[in-house]
């Protein structure tokens, strides 16, 4: 089938392909790459990818190319759920033919409610779909498609019984050359990374239990499953031929560092290519290891450290001391390791006494960057049938974004309300912003680099901008 892989547009400036979680709007002008539509659409040979929100692409546009296809499949969140269906609606209505279906956490986990939600959606495929989607874009009876709940001619939802997990990942295609033929690269932007920049996954799943992480509870699994260094490696070539302009590379997998000799493989391959990358890792990373990444082409890691208190990291699961993420930062700096640390407020256990102290952490680790986000309990996880259980969550009033798509705080505890929680976010970044020595750090990095100068002017004038929006939330709340 002619089919149409989407990503479609929400809320202004949504961040609709964002990985691990948070679907939002972000502090700062922030898209990652639609990885997880990109790799089935690089399965159906002629199809396009639309990536709307990045690339201010809005909905006539799109419904004007609805005949163009006989399939169209929507990436979709908890976010963005409802405005997806909508856009499913109008394509349907300039081509009553097009078959539509959704993918992501989001039905993975719900399928039968999603499908109950919207009668306009044909179908749903669970858990990990990448193949599932092919074979419905090759025209496979729906009956016989493992992993893939559908509607069938009495308008009956079926659920077929689950696709295996995928074990040999070196079967997929590159998702770049889709990024090539559908995309504009200078679109998409990360604070923390060089631009351009590209991003896609080595491996799937993680060996970490998080209890609110929501693709390896959702899609992904605990088990790392990862591509061959030589296919990894094969497809940095391939970018290096097809976007010189990159500035860096970025391993989107959940804990890259889960397999640490197969890092330090990958890694001695891609300094002997000359390239800049960086990768998400856990703060246990040994300093033998950090130095050989370093030593060929590390620049960045984005680890996450989401609390100072060892009580809450406990009450996560995040198999993680203080004092080791401590040594692990200490170490990162000793060698010239950037590292942009994500923290979480109003995770379980968290009072106004934890969030000082994780503030107070954040300031004395010093990564050179930093996002602070709002617990969000995310059907599927344990986190979400935790706050459910326990009465942290409003079920009927779930939502974790607002009308704007920033976040809110859907958590709220006996001791501490939404709206302390959502306040801190503002006072988590003022403290750690708002300091002589970071001050002199950023102004100096702008000093050196004119395009950084640029670059941070930008961003402090979004994230401004970003301040008011909550503050506006805030009254209204």
Known sequence: MRTLFLQAPTFDGFDGGAGSRYQAKREIKSFWYPTWLAQPAALVPNSKLIDAPPHNIKLPEI?????????????????????????????????????????????????????????????????????????????????????????????????????????????????????????????????????????????????????????????????????????????????????????????????????????????????????????NAKANVPRETLKVLKDNGLRLLLVGYESGNQKILNNIKKGMRVEVAEKFTKDCHDLGIAIHGTFIVGLPGETKETIQETIAFAKRINPHTIQVSLAAPYPGTFLYKQ???NGWLDVENAELVDENGVQIAPLHYPHLSHSEIFAAVEEFYKKFYFRAPKIASIVSEMVRSPDMMKRRLREGVEFWHFLRERQGVSKAA
């Open 63 to 279: 419904v004007a190319q609805a005949n163009d296809f006989d399939l169209v499949v929507l990436h979709t969140s908890v976010p963005s759920f409802k405005s997806d269906v909508k856009t499913i609606e109008a394509l349907k209505k300039a081509n009553p033919k097009l078959i539509a279906g959704l993918i992501g956490a989001k039905v993975a986990v719900d399928a039968a409610g999603a499908m109950e939600q919207a009668p306009v959606v044909d179908f749903c495929a669970r858990n990990e779909f990448d193949f599932t989607v092919k074979e419905v874009a090759e025209g496979v009876p729906m009956a016989e498609i493992k992993g893939l709940s559908y509607r069938n001619a009495d308008g009956v939802v079926i659920h077929n019984e689950d696709r295996e997990i995928m074990t040999d990942m070196d079967q997929l295609p590159f998702v770049t050359s889709v990024y090539k033929r559908d995309l504009e690269m200078e679109k998409y932007f990360i604070g923390y990374l060089k631009h351009p920049y590209i991003s896609f996954y080595s491996g799937r799943g993680c060996k970490s239990r998080c209890t609110f992480c929501l693709w390896p509870q959702t899609v992904g699994g605990h088990t790392y499953r990862t591509r061959s260094v030589a296919h990894v490696i094969e497809e940095i070539k391939y970018c290096m031929k097809e976007f010189p302009q990159t500035k860096e590379f970025f391993f989107d997998d959940d804990t890259f560092t889960d397999n640490l000799p197969r890092a330090e493989e990958i890694a001695r391959e891609l300094g002997k290519l000359g390239v800049t990358w960086s990768c």
């Open 387 to 389: 706050a459910v259980e």
